[in-house]
């Protein structure tokens, strides 16, 4: 099974169903979606595939593909995968079927004055955003990685600018641009590696094993590891860096939220491992503190503001600002533990955080709105949909049981040997993450029914809603004409809404109690890059500064 080009596979056929999608005329939404479900669970099976012929005890990188692409600059398209990539496109490969389902009904937005548009587009650009988010993650030649990490912008500025809330247009550019100007100072470095390279390679690469073993000077290490970190710092996103992403969770449909939460953003703390920290040790040790200044005061300035928010979906997109500290966190106390911890993270953050965006989308799409203060004693009404409100909520505020415990607490009890005060200031956030979480749960779920929903009842029934004339009380008083009784017109959760949360539900369920396979999976990766860095696998002491860090293997 190793001989079969699984990666690239695994790019290629979402981009061709993205062509078959938009190349089917407008009226034929109903095929459009169907194939979009039919590609992306094709694309599920090949990342389990993918998992089953990758051997964890192997090389660092496996299911290798590497083709010359500008060989007069020494650019090749070159894929493979660590079990810290795999693991990432295996959350791809779930969470684009169950984006799919979710946006089963979902119509576009109304253009006053202008003809309704299909949603044929829609799905031809999410599987296009799923072939780059493949790419990004399994490119082993960091022009190519480059060039992913560019591209992915454009199906996410039109799924959000197209499809997204009434200012979709704000926050799709807003998007755009913070990430391109991040993607142009790392460019900006890209080519910086390409010349520290040919002057000690007698010829310039941009292959990621050639140039995690370049001897590269500190202070011109730090340099370089700016634009990585910049680009990278946006893309997670970490305080100050973080504005766009509350404006683009908020406006972009349910299913681009689940993905730009839930895939996208995990690219920054992807690339801080993959390339900040083997290609630049020495820089990524001296800077730590200052990354982690801005972790920390993610996790705790994030969670504040996610307690005072009334848009449903601008907290869970603050929740994640949050989240994003713990990963960084654990990246930047080099341990093994708390790196192996942020990965599991990213893993489960995805698919906490994913289910989370999807019960609020449900809720939405139920009564028209995104404001907490319009809704109350929907679980009365819809006891299944607040039950997986509930759980996706208690998931992310990372309670024991639930998939995003284990990952918390590798971080934190990786993290407290080398990094015990930024850990005790991140615990803060713990307490915080179940202030604004079940804040908003009891506040839409419980409590007495009001809100958007709220309509006149067709019968009041027989006296059950009467009021006492003026002037009398009690069994004396005179019953006037019955009051049209307000009840809630909510509908729980349909057959096809419990198939899209189930595999979400059961993740949650499953690796809240057995997490042991993905962190099999993980931790020869995480092991790999920590001897990059110079830290003993087996212990927690990173190298003195100065030293090269170089010699990972293979």
């Known amino acids: 099974m190793s001989d079969v080009p699984w990666l690239v596979l695994m790019i290629a056929v979402p981009a061709v169903g993205a062509a078959v999608v938009a190349a089917l005329p407008a009226a034929r939404e109903a095929l459009a979606r169907q194939l979009a479900l039919a590609v992306s669970l094709l694309v599920l099976l090949l990342a389990v595939l993918t998992t089953i012929a990758f051997d964890p005890g192997g090389e660092r990188f496996q299911l290798t593909t590497s083709v010359a692409w500008i060989p007069d600059f020494g650019v090749e398209f070159a894929l493979g995968v660590d079990g810290i990539a795999l693991s990432m496109l295996l959350l791809i490969g779930v969470l684009v079927p169950v984006v799919v389902g979710a946006s089963w009904r979902d119509t576009p937005p109304p253009r006053p004055g202008r003809p309704a548009r299909s949603m044929t587009a829609f799905w031809a650009w999410l599987l296009l955003l799923e072939s780059l988010m493949v790419g990004v993650f399994a490119a082993t030649d960091v022009f190519l990685f480059y060039v992913f990490f560019e591209a992915m912008l454009v199906p996410m500025y039109f799924l959000i600018g197209s499809f997204g809330g009434p200012n979709r247009q704000y926050a799709a550019v807003k998007f755009f641009l913070y990430s391109l100007l991040g993607g142009l100072v790392m460019l900006a470095s890209v080519i910086g590696l390409y010349v520290v390279s040919n002057s000690q390679l007698g010829e310039g690469t941009f292959a ?27 893309k997670a996103p970490l305080v100050p860096f973080h504005t766009w992403l509350p404006d683009s969770g908020a406006e972009a449909p349910i299913g681009g939220a689940v993905l730009l939460v839930g895939v996208l953003d995990k690219v920054g703390t992807f690339g801080f491992l993959r390339y900040c920290l083997p290609l630049f040790p020495d820089a990524s040790r001296d800077l730590a503190p200052w990354v982690l200044v801005l972790a920390v005061a993610g996790i705790i300035y994030a969670a504040l503001l996610a307690v005072g928010q009334s848009d449903m979906k601008r907290l869970v ?40 965006f999807i019960v609020v989308g449900m809720v939405i799409a139920r009564g028209g709105s995104r404001q907490i203060r319009d809704y109350g004693g929907l679980a009365a009404k819809a006891p299944l949909l607040a039950g997986v409100f509930l759980l996706a909520g208690l998931a992310s505020l990372a309670l024991p049981g639930t998939n995003s415990f284990v990952s918390e607490f590798l971080v934190l009890i990786g993290a407290f040997p080398t990094r015990p005060v930024f850990t005790i200031i991140a615990t803060v956030g713990i307490v915080l993450a179940a202030l604004y979480v079940l804040l908003m749960y009891q506040r839409v779920m419980h409590g007495p029914p009001r809100g958007v929903l709220l309509v006149d009842e067709d019968d009041a029934g027989d006296g059950d809603t009467v ?40 993740l949650i369920l499953v690796l809240g109690v057995y997490p042991q396979p993905l962190i099999e999976l993980i931790s020869p990766a995480v092991e790999a890059t920590m001897i990059d860095i110079g830290v003993d696998p087996g212990g927690s002491t990173p190298a003195a500064p100065g030293s090269t860090g170089t010699g990972g293997t293979d």
């Open 317 to 356: 997109s603050y929740t994640s600002i949050a989240h994003f500290g713990f990963i960084a966190l654990g990246i930047f106390a080099f341990t093994t533990e708390a790196a192996t911890g942020a990965v599991l993270y990213m893993f489960n953050h995805g698919i906490a955080t994913g289910l989370l």
């Open 467 to 506: 009021r006492p004339a003026s002037g009398g009380t009690g069994a004396t008083a005179v019953l006037e004409a019955p009051v049209r009784a307000r009840v809630l017109a909510v509908r729980d959760l349909s057959r096809r809404e419990i198939a899209v949360v189930t595999p979400l539900v059961a």
């Open 208 to 234: 990621f094993d050639a140039l995690r073993q370049l001897e590269i000077d500190p202070n011109v290490q730090k340099l370089l590891f700016a634009g990585f970190f910049l680009a990278f710092a946006i």
